[in-house]
C-alpha cells in the first residue's frame, strides 16, 4: 500500500476513504479508522520509504506502444525477442535473462519464475500468451533444463543492457526497459 502525503503525514488512500465515509453520517460515532497513519498506523509499521534520486523510471506514452511493438518485431536480435517477452509478461529485466529452460511449462503455457528470483523472493507464475510461447518455444528446443533461454556463447544470459541498448539503436532511448511495462 502506498502513502500519499496530507498535512506533512503520510496518508493511505483507505485512510481517506474511510474518513470520508464517516463525514458523510456513512460510519457511526463513536469509531477510529483502522487505517489512520498518525496516532496508530505510525506506531506499528515501519517508515515510509522515499523514492530515490533517480525517481520514477521513464515509461513510453502507451499511445507509442503498438508501433514500437510492431517495429520490435522486426529485428532479429535475440535481445528484441527478449525484450518483446519482457513486455508481454511484465517480467524485470533480470527475470527474463536470467530465465531457464526448466522454468517454462510450454503444454500448460506457463512459465514459473523461482522465488531466488524475483524483487519479492516469491514465485511468481506467469502465464504465456500465443506470442510469448511463440518467442519462448523455438528458443527452447535444443536447450537442457539449466540452460538460459536468452543466452549468448558459452551459455551466458544476454548483458544487463541489452535490451537498453537495443531501446537506443531504435530510437527509443528516452525510456528505459522497466518503462516499457507501465502504462
Known amino acids: 500500500m502506498g502513502f500519499a502525503e496530507r498535512d506533512g503525514e503520510p ?6 476513504v474511510l474518513d470520508a465515509a464517516r463525514a458523510r453520517g456513512l460510519i457511526a460515532s463513536p469509531w477510529e479508522n483502522p487505517a489512520r497513519w498518525r496516532g496508530h498506523l505510525a506506531h506499528l509499521l515501519p517508515p515510509r520509504r522515499k523514492l530515490t534520486a533517480r525517481g520514477h523510471q521513464a515509461a513510453m506514452p502507451f499511445e507509442e506502444i503498438p508501433q514500437f511493438i510492431y ?3 522486426q529485428r532479429s536480435a535475440l535481445a528484441a525477442r527478449a525484450l518483446e517477452l519482457t513486455i508481454l509478461c511484465a517480467t524485470r529485466t533480470n527475470e527474463t535473462l536470467k530465465a531457464k529452460r526448466k522454468e517454462f511449462d510450454l503444454e500448460r503455457r506457463a512459465w514459473i ?3 531466488e528470483r524475483t524483487k519479492m523472493r516469491r514465485e511468481h507464475r ?4 500465443d506470442r510469448a510461447v511463440g518467442i519462448v518455444a523455438p528458443l527452447c528446443e ?5 540452460d538460459y ?3 549468448v556463447s558459452e551459455g551466458n544470459p544476454l548483458s544487463q543492457m541489452s535490451m537498453m541498448m537495443l531501446l537506443r539503436r531504435m530510437g527509443y532511448g528516452d525510456y528505459t526497459v ?5 502504462p
Open 142 to 146: 535444443q536447450l537442457k533444463s539449466d
Open 71 to 73: 517495429k520490435l518485431r
Open 126 to 129: 506467469i502465464p504465456l500468451s
Open 11 to 16: 496518508s493511505s488512500g483507505i485512510e481517506r
Open 178 to 182: 522497466h518503462g516499457t511495462a507501465s
Open 149 to 151: 533461454v536468452f543466452a
Open 113 to 115: 519464475v523461482p522465488a
